[in-house]
């Protein structure tokens, strides 16, 4: 405790003084600490250089002060807990109702005709055969996959287009566009109006 003391009163001295400031070299301080204060001289250690001395001097620290950096990085030690996982619910989509497939069948029919009817170059006499299949593919979708919004596939318009292709066809890639166009327009409102009238 007698070293701790004797060194911060050195140290406040050195503070003191005036001519005392960071750039002050080592021999200068060296000269300034062996100035007289009051009825003590102090000196420092010749065999000492003033860097180590430093260095050895006891640094008094309150607990509460010491801050530890944060990391810059988090990983899964930063964690000491896993965040609690939210259950889900999965949504169950309602089963598909023959009764809106057979009559969304029909409207998709007449529609998809009164579309197809303006490109006669390019489907001639092959339009009714052309808007048969598609609507034959669309039924089979309806009665057995679709079971509202949400539930509308891309897989039956493709279908549309490999079945016209491979019947020969015109018009494939036409057809199946159209249909899938009407389709996203139209079906899902069907839908939840066919429910709303009917008090589901």
Same mark, same amino acid.
């Given at each position: 405790?007698?070293?701790?003391? @004797? ?30 204060l ?13 860097? *180590? ?18 990391? /810059?990085f ?8 896993p965040?609690?996982?939210i259950?889900?619910? =999965? ?21 998809? /005709?009164?579309?197809?009817? *303006?490109?006669? =170059? ?7 055969t ?9 039924? =089979?979708f ?11 596939? @891309? =897989? ?15 018009g ?8 899938? /166009? ?19």
């Open positions: 405790m007698r070293n701790i003391l @004797i060194i911060q009163v050195c140290l406040a001295y050195l503070l003191r003084s005036p001519n005392f400031n960071s750039r002050t070299p080592a021999y200068a301080s060296h000269q300034m600490a062996s100035a007289p009051g009825n003590l001289i102090f000196r420092s250690p010749t065999a000492v250089p003033a860097r *180590k001395a430093i260095a050895d001097c006891a640094i008094l620290r309150s607990a509460s002060l010491i801050l530890r950096r944060p990391p /810059l988090y990983t899964r030690e930063t964690f000491s807990r965040p609690k996982a259950p889900s619910r =999965e949504y169950v989509y309602p089963d598909p109702i023959p009764q809106f497939a057979s009559a969304e069948t029909q409207k998709f029919r007449a529609e998809l /005709l009164k579309k197809l009817s *303006k490109e006669k =170059e390019t489907f001639g006499n092959d339009l009714h052309v808007v048969n299949v598609c609507a034959e593919i669309f039924s =089979e309806l009665h057995k996959d679709y079971g509202g919004p949400g539930t509308l596939l @891309i =897989e039956p318009f493709t279908d549309m287009m490999v079945a016209l292709k491979e019947k020969n066809l015109p494939a890639p036409l057809a199946a566009r159209a249909s899938l /166009l009407w389709a996203q327009d139209y079906v899902d409102q069907d839908w939840e109006d066919w429910n709303s009238r009917s008090g589901r």
